[in-house]
């Protein structure tokens, strides 16, 4: 158990729909990183909150919003969903040291 | 353009031999390096790092082996065992600062060690 939580487990709905991932990240973690893992493929960057505020971007689309909250949890908001949205999502966080610690993911299936 | 490569989808090993992971970079600015081992429904775990300083750091049965200037780094795993079937993420990041690292991640590869 890595201490990060993401809810849901899955996720299933259909083209156009919009939904929210949640992360909480490990206690005491400030930094809260996203990722896409598409089928068969590496983990893509999506974005990096530390402490609340955003301080890198990948290789994320202006549908996928995200934020982190004065709790330090965060939400990735995915919108207007096309079928190539599907994938695992997973989020890390990391405190001081140089390891991120990954949650158990999210599996979005778009239909 | 990846960054980071590993390019060997999969492995197949004998329980008990060497494993032998490899990985290629291609930014000079990356100086540290970590491994990631990810089961089936679960969120990739870390294994073992090397900052760039070394060209070797070992950690029980894993031992990963940098090469500056082939930018290249290894993952053994020696002997190996059944439980070490997973998936292998190669990471590299430039750079750490009060905020964190960003982290680049190769597509992986599958290790699967045979009783």
């Known amino acids: 158990d890595s201490g990060v939580t993401q809810t849901p487990k899955h996720l299933i709905t259909a083209t156009g729909q919009r939904v929210t991932l949640r992360c909480s990240p490990r206690?005491?973690?400030?930094?809260v990183y996203w990722y896409q893992q598409s089928l068969d493929q590496g983990l893509q960057f999506l974005i990096q909150?530390?402490?609340?505020?955003?301080?890198a971007k990948g290789n994320i689309l202006e549908r996928f919003s995200a934020q982190q909250f004065p709790d330090l949890h965060s939400e990735l908001n995915l919108s207007s969903l096309e079928l190539g949205d599907s994938a695992l999502y997973f989020c890390?966080?990391?405190?001081?040291?140089?390891?991120?610690?990954f949650g158990p993911g999210t599996r979005l299936t778009v239909l | 353009d990846q960054q980071v490569k590993q390019n060997s989808p999969s492995l197949s090993v004998q329980e008990g031999r060497i494993s032998i992971l490899n990985c290629d970079y291609t930014?000079?600015?990356?100086?540290?390096f970590l491994w990631y081992k990810k089961y089936p429904a679960e969120g990739p775990t870390f294994l073992i790092s090397?900052?760039?300083?070394?060209d070797k750091n070992e950690d029980g049965r894993f031992t990963v082996f940098l090469n500056k200037s082939a930018k290249h780094l290894s993952l053994h795993i020696v002997p190996s065992q059944p439980g070490d079937s997973a998936v292998y993420f190669c990471?590299?990041?430039?750079?750490?600062?009060?905020?964190?690292?960003?982290?680049?991640f190769g597509p992986g590869t599958r290790l699967s060690v045979l009783p």
């Open positions: 890390a966080s990391e405190r001081e040291g140089h390891e991120q610690f």
């Open positions: 206690s005491g973690d400030l930094s």
């Open positions: 909150y530390y402490n609340g505020e955003e301080r």
């Open positions: 930014n000079s600015m990356f100086d540290y």
């Open positions: 090397i900052s760039s300083i070394k």
């Open positions: 990471a590299a990041s430039d750079g750490f600062d009060n905020y964190g690292q960003n982290f680049v």
